[in-house]
């Protein structure tokens, strides 16, 4: 059965920075292009970075390219997402799943960024 977990999440001041993690199981992770998406309060499901199975294709979103960073580690089934920056528009609950099908999940993470 696979399982995705978020971590990381937190209040954070704008400006500031927060790493995300996203442990998987059930699955072959090393196999699987991952994503995260992400919803702000009141708004629909928002893409914004994917990385491929072997970690040589990314690609971000016009929102958060060149502040946030996605990596993963195969020998640890876990997929990361650095954010840097941070304003509050980027305030969500933030979710891991695989890419392209997207028929797994996680529970979420919150993320507020406010001062």
């Known amino acids: 059965q696979a399982q995705l977990v978020e971590s990381g999440g937190g209040l954070v001041h704008p400006g500031g920075s927060l790493r995300l993690s996203c442990a998987a199981s059930g699955f072959s992770f090393s196999s699987s292009s991952m994503s995260w998406v992400r919803q702000a309060p009141g708004k629909g499901l928002e893409w914004i970075s994917l990385?491929?199975?072997?970690?040589?294709?990314?690609r971000y979103a016009d929102s958060v390219k060149g502040r946030f960073t996605i990596s993963r580690d195969n020998a640890k089934n876990t997929l990361y997402l650095q954010m840097d920056s941070l304003k509050p528009e980027d305030t969500a609950t933030y979710y891991c799943?695989?890419?392209?099908?997207?028929?797994?999940w996680g529970q979420g993470t919150q993320v507020t960024v406010s001062s």
């Open positions: 990385i491929m199975a072997g970690g040589g294709t990314i």
């Open positions: 799943a695989n890419a392209p099908r997207y028929d797994y």
